[in-house]
Structures are given as structure tokens and as C-alpha cells.
């Protein structure tokens, strides 16, 4: 690993030696039935909390949560999302309006839709109820063909592509022409036909977390006055490197059958060749966030690197990955990556999580495999910001995408780390520019315009 240095932070660091889980099911707890004098309680989520740990806690189902709950998306609380903790009376309610859910009437059989962007994980049901058998869950974007209706229009009866059918919670699933309408990207002349946002996210599943939530941030950062089509670096020297998204600026680049990436080149023009206090060799998550590590000449007294940069740029998203350096100090690495989120959140910025390539913690440090991987996912899921799972492409590519010390990314021989073609795609540079590329554009599309 690079060695823990103090360093200033600097414009790009010059040189860098790069050429050198589905998750499993929720268990659904034992209903205990309330006392008949529960009083009408709300919760108030915490960090760390899930839904089924709120169930428990009160002594409930997931499912009564959820039904206790319309418009909650189970498998993405909020710190600080207010949660209805029904009492006994209201689950008798509850249980008998499942039990007696209107019959389903019929609509145009075969009308297609597809689940909504901010709606993934939900779940298709045997019948239209909460109480109901949970057959799969579907990911955003799912394409789907609506076949009924049920009487009270809560909920769709649904066949996915595969022929699987079930029903599914109707303020879920977007119409197929809503979708085009809010999602379509007007291809260039000689670009080819419009390209969906559907059809991207389909062939990019390590692409997620394009919520309401992340919408929020950044509708809250304009108010703040950040910049829409700016974005800021913040990691190690894997991303201080001028290999990394400089090549989009200069010009240097050929996205071959990904020409679609062109709209997110021009919009976010002039933040790929970028100058940065935030992404600097040897950096780790507590060094990020000390000001005693912040060069005194281009930071406010008290200002960490982090803050410094969000102040000197006023982003509108961050692209961040760290953790190779904390790979010595695992234990530590979810309650000193927790502030970064929550700082860039703070500051109306939308964080695109990245998980890192390498495993040094688990083949080095004696870490479970991939913790610090999986902490930055569920932080990703816990806050709703968008995750780019970077570890899942480059562990396809030859020796991981990395060069010999096994955590730098390696360059294809001629250089060309944004040729997006032939065997250019087998390094792990290139795949790092094309998967930042196609983050961004999702977040252009998904989050930052209509």
C-alpha cells in the first residue's frame, strides 16, 4: 500500500504507480400481537437502523410495518424518516382490509410499464395484500406488462419478462410513456436512435441508489447555491492520478459504442481536468476529514480537506471512493466513513459511493471478505445515494484490473485510458473512467434534470 504520509494536497498529484453481493432475504420476526392499550407511536430512524430491526424492537412484522406504512420503501430507511408504529386496533384494521382486499378487475392486458427509478427492491406478491407470499424483488427499471387492476387501484398485477407474474404496489410502477417522457435522452445527429434510461440501468446493474432521497440533496444544494454541472473528486491515488477523467477534457477520449456518454461529457465539461485538495496519494478516511492535514495556503483555518474542497468547487456531486489506505485500520472504517457521507450530504452535494477494487483488509488484515466493500453498499442503501460498484467489474477484468502491487489500477500499453474499445476494456483505468462516466450519467439524467 502507499505509505501513510502527511502530505499537502496538491493540483492532481502528478504521478501514481498505476501501470506497476445479492444480498440474503430478511428474516421476518414473530409476531407478537401489541397490547389492546397501545398508544399511537411514531420512531424516528436512527443510523444503522432497518426495518426489520424496528419490527423487532416493537414486536411487529415487517409486513404490519409496511402496511402500517403506505409509500415506505422497506429496504431504504432514512436517519431521521419518521415511521408509523401502528397499534393493535389499527392492526386488526389493517389484517382485515388484507383479508378482504376488493377482487381484482381487468385492464388492457399487456400494458407495459416498468418499476420506478426510485422503487427498487419492491416486492411482487402471490396475492394483492401486504400479508401476502413476497415471490421476488424486482430491481429499479424492472420492464414489466401490467394485466389487472385491483378494484381499489392500489395495487398491479404484473408478468415480468421471464413470464413470472404476482402483484405489486401500484404507486410503484411507472406507465412505459411516462417513463420515455422523464427519461429519454435526444441523441445527437449522427448518434443513432434516443437512448433510454431504462435500457442503460438494465445493462449497468452495478449502477443503483437513483432515489427521492438523492433528489432532495441535490434540490437542496441549489438552494445553496452549488453549481449544477460541477462535480468534485475526493479519494487516494488511484483517483488523484491525470489517467483518471482527465482525458474528457483534452479531448484525448473514444467511447466507441458508448456514444450515448457524449450529453454527460458536455454538461459536466471543465470538472474532469480537475484540480483537487481532496483526492491525494496515501489518504485515508481519517486524514480526509483532519484539519490538521489541510494545506493552510488553500484552506480556512479548521477546514478539512473534504469541506475545503466542497467550498472551493460548490459541486453538485462528488464522486468518492476511498478506503485502500484504511485497510490496516478495517475495524474503524464504517465510523470514520459515516462523516464523509454526512458531510457531503450536509452541503447539498449528491456522493456517488464507489467500492474499491481490491480486498486488502480480508487477503492482508484478517477482515471478513470484502468489509469494507460491503460497508460503503449498505451505506449507500441506508442513506439513498447512488453506488457505483466498482469492485464488481474490475474482479471480471485480467488480474483484477490492477498492476503488480495489486491495488493500483494497470493502463493499457499505449496509454489510452478513455478508449472505450478492443482490448483497451481489459485494464483497470479504462474501466474506472467508463463506469465514473456512466455514473455520472445516470446521476445527470436520474437526479440533476428532468
Not at 282 to 287: A, K, L, Q, V
Not at 298 to 305: A, D, F, I, V
Given at each position: ?7 499537502w494536497s496538491t ?6 504507480a498505476?501501470?506497476?453481493?445479492a444480498?440474503a ?11 389492546p392499550?397501545a ?7 436512527i443510523?444503522?437502523?432497518t ?9 411487529l ?10 409509500g415506505i420503501?422497506?429496504?431504504l ?14 392492526l ?6 388484507a383479508?378482504?382486499?376488493?377482487q ?11 418499476v420506478?427509478a426510485d ?6 406478491r402471490?396475492?394483492p395484500?401486504?400479508?401476502a ?5 424486482l430491481?429499479a427499471?424492472t ?5 389487472k ?31 420515455a417522457?422523464s ?6 445527429p ?9 435500457s ?11 432515489t ?15 453549481h ?14 491525470p ?7 483534452t479531448g484525448n ?11 454527460t ?15 491525494v ?10 484539519p490538521?492535514?489541510?494545506d ?12 475545503c ?11 468518492i ?20 457521507v454526512?458531510?457531503?450530504i450536509?452541503k447539498g ?12 483488509e ?7 471478505d ?14 439513498g445515494v447512488p453506488?457505483l ?21 494497470n ?36 437526479i440533476?434534470?428532468?
Amino acid at each position: 500500500m502507499t505509505p501513510h504520509v502527511t502530505i499537502w494536497s496538491t493540483p492532481r498529484q502528478a504521478s501514481v504507480a498505476a501501470p506497476a453481493n445479492a444480498a440474503a432475504p430478511t428474516p421476518v420476526p414473530t409476531a407478537i400481537p401489541a397490547s389492546p392499550t397501545a398508544p399511537t407511536t411514531d420512531y424516528t430512524v436512527i443510523p444503522g437502523d432497518t426495518l426489520w430491526d424496528i419490527a423487532v424492537k416493537f414486536q411487529l412484522t415487517v409486513d404490519e410495518m409496511t402496511a402500517a406504512n403506505p409509500g415506505i420503501n422497506p429496504d431504504l430507511l432514512h436517519p431521521g424518516q419518521v415511521i408509523k408504529i401502528p397499534t393493535s386496533f389499527e392492526l386488526a384494521q389493517l389484517n382485515a382490509q388484507a383479508a378482504g382486499t376488493s377482487q381484482p378487475v381487468a385492464v388492457l392486458a399487456g400494458t407495459p410499464g416498468m418499476v420506478a427509478a426510485d422503487a427498487g427492491g419492491l416486492r411482487l406478491r402471490e396475492a394483492p395484500n401486504t400479508t401476502a407470499s413476497v415471490l421476488k424483488k424486482l430491481a429499479a427499471l424492472t420492464p414489466v406488462s401490467i394485466l389487472k387492476r385491483s378494484a381499489d387501484s392500489a395495487w398491479l398485477e404484473v408478468q415480468l419478462a421471464d413470464g413470472n407474474r404476482g402483484w405489486v404496489m401500484a404507486q410503484y410502477v411507472d406507465t412505459a410513456d411516462t417513463a420515455a417522457a422523464s427519461s429519454t435522452i435526444n441523441a445527437k445527429p449522427g448518434m443513432g436512435a434516443p437512448i433510454s434510461a431504462q435500457s442503460i440501468l438494465q445493462n449497468t446493474p452495478y449502477l443503483s441508489g437513483f432515489t427521492t432521497r438523492a433528489k432532495d440533496i441535490f434540490k437542496a444544494g441549489q438552494a445553496m447555491g452549488n453549481h449544477a454541472n460541477v462535480f468534485a473528486v475526493i479519494g487516494d491515488s488511484n483517483s488523484a492520478s491525470p489517467l483518471y477523467l482527465e482525458p474528457f477534457d483534452t479531448g484525448n477520449y473514444n467511447l466507441g459504442q458508448y456514444r450515448y456518454l457524449q450529453d454527460t461529457i458536455d454538461y459536466f465539461k471543465g470538472s474532469f481536468y480537475f484540480t483537487t485538495v481532496a483526492a491525494v496519494v496515501g489518504i485515508d478516511t481519517t486524514r480526509l476529514m483532519d484539519p490538521a492535514r489541510a494545506d493552510p495556503a488553500k484552506c480556512l483555518p479548521g477546514e478539512s480537506l473534504l469541506v475545503c474542497e466542497y467550498r472551493r468547487k460548490k459541486p453538485s456531486v462528488a464522486l468518492i471512493l476511498i478506503g485502500t489506505n484504511d485497510t490496516g485500520n478495517w475495524q474503524n472504517f464504517e465510523a470514520d466513513f459515516r462523516p464523509i457521507v454526512e458531510t457531503t450530504i450536509s452541503k447539498g452535494i449528491v456522493p456517488i459511493l464507489m467500492t474499491k477494487g481490491d480486498d486488502l483488509e480480508s487477503t492482508k488484515y484478517h477482515a471478513p471478505d470484502g468489509y469494507i466493500n460491503n460497508i460503503i453498499i449498505k451505506i449507500s442503501r441506508e442513506y439513498g445515494v447512488p453506488l457505483l460498484d466498482l469492485h464488481q467489474v474490475t474482479t471480471k477484468l485480467p488480474d483484477g484490473g490492477f498492476g503488480s502491487d495489486g491495488f493500483h489500477f494497470n493502463v493499457p500499453p499505449d496509454g489510452q485510458t478513455a478508449s472505450f474499445t478492443g482490448d483497451h476494456l481489459n485494464y483497470g483505468y479504462t474501466i474506472r473512467n467508463l463506469t465514473a462516466l456512466q455514473a455520472l450519467d445516470a446521476v445527470r439524467r436520474l437526479i440533476l434534470t428532468n
